[in-house]
């Protein structure tokens, strides 16, 4: 299983807007945190991002909703990465037959002006301080041109890849060594405005995680969305909890994770729990992987209930954690995303797992890492525009190809290792 101490990158989130933290943490005007510290273990990103923008879907059920959407609309933040042209890494070639979303969760301990998380924020969270940036969780969203069913797919944080610009590295930490070197590079360029720093360097960390994943899997991205950590629990808080099964008893003191076997209801620091744990499970990282799905299943269905979109209140808090925890490419269009979403609820979307070879490799170097065979990966990717299955949460099979393990479920909730 890979080891949770990997290297991690420097530097903060892109500054917009300032943000209100969690109502549960005391008063944030608290002496500052301590310098960061790496630690033993880094806090695992979850799939927050797929959660954010699935709650948009309630945003667009209601007359109320309709009225708040097109403010919510303008008040994100963008990033016009997809739209950068790099002439020493071409992107693939646009019509691949789908419109292909790349879902990104960055494990930044911020809020959305940069600023470190106070202790008691971070201790809410269940995690400790770094100024480190991961990508933990990347899904591509592909939605077929031809009328089939939209596939999401997740990519392992350890998967070894190539660097379109040389070397090779976890593809988690592409976007927070591009962001670190740009940030060293413009101060030496005698830059030292930091609002501007951490903008530039934003950028050219989502500009590295977007050409190194259309570099490995030949999918040409159409629209980028990415959210925080912090935006996750605000999520999670408005909806109430969202309701998750285990097949046993679990506890993981790195995450938090501490569950009976059975049925709970999570939210806020229990849900990243829930959904970051991947020591003391039997596939590991994959395993960690049906969890983020399957919670992302259950969460639509929380989304779309009738207690949620006849609620002005909860309607207004999510509105209000998707303005604070969502980056987006400019030509992303919210309500159209939602009435895409919608096939979600009814088991029009399959959950998948890139083919891996082993979660159990090791680099040249040492490092843990997941295996892949990008060829397998890219051939895997262009068969799904034609699929027509089910849906369903595989976790993509075991480390050696295998089937998925079977899945229970208890008052129509999925139980998970």
């Known amino acids: ?241 969202v309701d998750v099964c285990l097949n046993h008893a679990t506890e993981d003191k790195d995450s938090g994770a501490s569950f009976t076997a059975g049925l709970h209801t999570v939210s806020g620091g229990e849900a990243l729990s829930f959904v970051r744990q991947r020591k003391n499970l039997p596939r590991g990282d994959l395993d960690r992987i049906v969890r983020q799905q399957v919670f992302l299943g259950s969460a639509l269905h929380k989304v779309l209930s009738a207690g949620v979109l006849t609620n002005p209140g909860t309607l207004g808090s999510l509105t209000d954690a998707l303005r604070k925890s969502l980056v987006l490419d400019p030509d992303f269009d919210l309500l159209q995303f939602a009435e895409k979403a919608k096939g979600l609820a009814s088991g029009d979307v399959r959950f998948e797992t890139i083919p891996v070879i082993t979660i159990n490799g090791r680099s040249p170097d040492g490092q843990s890492i997941v295996e892949v065979d990008p060829q397998a990966v890219r051939a895997y990717l262009t068969g799904l525009t034609g699929r027509t299955g089910g849906g369903g949460a595989s976790g993509g099979g075991d480390a050696s190809g295998g089937a998925p393990l079977a899945q229970t479920t208890i008052k129509g909730v999925t139980c998970v290792n």
Do not use: C
């Not at 591509?140 to 797919?153: E, H, M, Q, S």
């Open 1 to 241: 299983m890979a080891e949770e101490n990997d290297e991690r990158a420097q530097d903060s989130p892109e500054p917009v807007k300032p943000t209100p933290y969690p109502r549960t943490p005391p008063p944030v005007d608290e002496p500052p945190p301590p310098p960061p510290s790496r630690g033993r273990h880094g806090m695992r990103a979850v799939a927050k991002v797929a959660l954010a923008l699935l709650s948009v879907v309630a945003l667009v059920a209601t007359g109320y909703a309709y009225l708040t959407y097109h403010q919510t609309q303008g008040d994100l933040q963008t990033t016009d990465i997809l739209s950068q042209p790099d002439d020493d890494v071409p992107p693939p070639p646009a019509d691949d037959g789908a419109e292909d979303i790349l879902l990104v969760g960055a494990d930044a301990r911020t809020d959305m002006q940069g600023n470190p998380l106070p202790l008691s924020v971070l201790k809410t969270l269940r995690t400790e301080q770094t100024d480190a940036v991961n990508t933990d969780t990347l899904i591509i969203l592909r939605v077929p041109k031809n009328g089939g069913k939209p596939t999401a797919i997740s990519i392992p944080r350890d998967t070894w890849v190539s660097v379109p610009k040389g070397g090779q590295a976890k593809i988690n930490s592409v976007f927070g060594t591009a962001k670190r070197q740009a940030a060293h590079d413009l101060r030496a360029q005698g830059k030292e405005d930091s609002a501007e720093i951490e903008r530039d360097s934003d950028q050219a960390g989502r500009k590295a995680l977007v050409q190194t994943i259309q570099e490995f899997t030949q999918i040409r991205l159409d629209h980028y969305a990415e959210v925080n950590l912090l935006g996750f629990y605000l999520i999670t808080e408005a909806l109430g909890g």
